[in-house]
């Protein structure tokens, strides 16, 4: 995509007209997201997950870095695929303890103006009608810069604490999230209209009942008939994100995601998958870059590459094996407890194993070696599954622009290494040298989330599956 192209596309752009990297940070509401072992560095607050300041104090540091959001990852129920036990997961803290990430964002919202906010929840197990209430009570409460990571779920141990035997089959679940997700936007989008709350104090009406529709819907999964009970939000309908990679992920993308996460670790399967995402949204009857896809990336940096080097070294000192496997077992649906760590990759039967491997290889430059189960684990143990860039801000600067230019990513989930020190320094050396070569905003745009990412507006646009539900609004 050329920047021309990019601006005619509404695409966001710098003040030197090139295209924009877009940056979210990606936390998640524990202890231990993507590298185990590290809330040990003393330099690390991890630990502090579980107070409000330490979210707040994240806010603002990213809003001083100009960030787009804060993407902050879930799950329900424990990593327990390894050694069939959630024993490591807690031994190792890999993603559990584990609180609701919803409760996070008002508290973060109240403290800056700007930040969106991406936030994960799962089709399987609750409702549509209580949880479009929580979406729209957020999106009030954020002025409109609230977004959904809508996941299917993936870890057997959620379904059977939800008194299910396992989940749904990969492709009905997605049957199932559709379904979901007509009747959230039924009742965000086609129950109220906008000027259904009059609040006429002399008359004493507060509501019009003839502006507010039952939404009358009975499906495979769902029947739901009344009305929301929320009145329209800044954005009604929040940003749809979404981070499935399946061929059905990618059409449930397709059909309804505006931003979608990607995690692969090297250019060449990024821009791939990037490719067929565009394609999947193309198919849909969208334009492909109706969507902002966002890759996972670790930054660590320094004032000079020396010193990012040395920073990487001592990271590495306090990276925990086990936790690592426990979270590619629970990635990969495969126990690594069975192998011995230092048992060559090459003797383990297992395909999916050898592919990750390979990919793992490349990533590193280490192709030619014959990878350990224990060597699998630590390079986990930095930045979790995705790639990691080392460097000054300069170094790191231009590693994120060729990422860009070479996948067609539009922008990063950075996952933390330690926390809040990986956002800090990447506010303080790398936002900087983007600024200085015209790749990153040095001021927000107003409005919603969505008219940040797309400058087209507070609401879904008139080609997404949604507009169908939603009410004719007043020009």
Same mark, same amino acid.
């Given at each position: 995509m050329t920047d021309a192209q990019a601006s005619s596309a509404g695409y966001p752009v710098t003040d030197a007209g090139q295209r924009e990297i877009l940056f979210n940070a990606?936390?998640?509401?524990?202890?231990?997201? +993507?590298?185990?072992?590290?809330?040990?560095?003393?330099?690390?607050?991890a630990r502090e997950y579980n107070t409000i300041k330490?979210?707040?104090?994240?806010? #603002?540091?990213?809003?001083?870095?100009?960030?787009?959001?804060?993407? !902050?990852?879930?799950?329900?129920?424990?990593?327990? /695929?390894?050694?069939?036990?959630?024993?490591?997961?807690?031994?190792?803290?890999?993603?559990?303890?584990?609180?609701?990430?919803?409760?996070?964002?008002? *508290?973060? %919202? *109240?403290?800056?103006e700007n930040l969106g906010f991406g936030v994960t929840a799962g089709t399987?197990?609750?409702?549509?009608?209580?949880?479009?209430?929580?979406?729209?009570?957020?999106?009030?409460?954020?002025?409109?810069?609230?977004?959904?990571?809508? /996941?299917?779920?993936?870890?057997?141990? %959620?379904?059977?604490?939800?008194? #299910?035997?396992?989940?749904?089959?990969h492709d009905k679940r997605y049957d199932h999230a559709d379904e979901y997700m007509d009747v959230v936007y039924k009742l965000l989008e086609g129950s109220w209209e906008d000027d259904a709350v009059v609040a006429d104090k002399e008359s004493g009406l507060f509501t019009d009942p003839s502006k507010v529709h039952r939404i009358e819907h009975e499906g495979e999964f769902f029947k739901t008939p009344g009305i929301g009970v929320v009145e329209p939000s800044p954005q009604r309908m929040p940003v749809v994100y979404q981070a499935g990679a399946s061929t059905r992920g990618r059409a449930f993308a397709g059909k309804h995601a505006e931003a979608v996460f990607i995690n692969p670790p090297t250019k060449e399967l990024a821009k791939a998958s990037v490719q067929r995402i565009r394609q999947?949204?193309?198919? %849909?009857?969208?334009?492909?870059?109706?969507?902002?896809?966002?890759?996972?990336?670790?930054?660590?940096?320094?004032?000079?590459?020396?010193? *990012? #080097? *040395?920073?990487?070294?001592?990271? %590495? +000192?306090? !990276?925990?094996?086990?936790?690592?496997?426990?979270?590619?077992?629970?990635?990969?649906? !495969?126990?690594?407890?069975?192998?011995?760590?230092? #048992?060559?990759?090459?003797?383990?039967e297992s395909n999916a194993i050898q592919s990750t491997v390979e990919t793992f290889q490349k990533a590193s430059g280490r192709e030619d070696e014959a990878w350990t189960v224990r060597q699998l684990a630590e390079w986990v143990g930095v930045g979790g599954f995705g790639p990691v860039i080392i460097g000054d801000g300069a170094t790191a600067a231009q590693q994120l622009i060729e990422w860009q230019e070479e996948t067609d990513v539009d922008g990063f989930n950075l996952a933390y290494h330690i926390t809040?020190?990986?956002?800090?320094?990447?506010?303080?050396?790398?936002?900087?040298?983007? +600024?200085?070569?015209?790749?990153y905003k040095t001021e927000y745009k107003p409005g919603t989330l969505r008219n940040k990412l797309f400058g087209k507006g507070d609401h879904l646009p008139e080609n997404h599956h949604a507009a169908q539900f939603q009410l004719r609004r007043k020009k």
């Open positions: 990606f936390d998640m509401n524990c202890v231990v997201h +993507q590298s185990p072992g590290l809330w040990r560095h003393p330099d690390d607050r330490y979210w707040t104090d994240v806010a #603002q540091i990213l809003e001083r870095g100009l960030f787009d959001g804060l993407f !902050i990852a879930d799950v329900l129920g424990p990593y327990d /695929v390894f050694d069939a036990s959630p024993d490591a997961a807690l031994r190792s803290g890999a993603q559990i303890p584990l609180q609701d990430p919803f409760l996070l964002v008002a *508290a973060m %919202a *109240a403290v800056t399987a197990y609750e409702h549509p009608y209580p949880f479009s209430r929580r979406l729209g009570t957020l999106d009030h409460l954020t002025n409109g810069r609230v977004g959904w990571n809508v /996941v299917t779920g993936y870890l057997p141990s %959620a379904a059977q604490n939800l008194g #299910q035997d396992d989940q749904m089959e999947a949204v193309a198919e %849909a009857g969208r334009d492909p870059y109706d969507v902002r896809i966002f890759a996972m990336q670790t930054v660590v940096t320094g004032p000079t590459n020396e010193a *990012a #080097q *040395a920073k990487y070294d001592d990271l %590495a +000192q306090y !990276i925990d094996p086990e936790g690592g496997l426990v979270l590619m077992s629970g990635w990969m649906g !495969i126990d690594l407890s069975q192998f011995d760590l230092d #048992q060559p990759i090459g003797d383990v809040p020190g990986t956002f800090e320094d990447v506010v303080e050396y790398v936002v900087p040298e983007l +600024q200085k070569l015209g790749r």
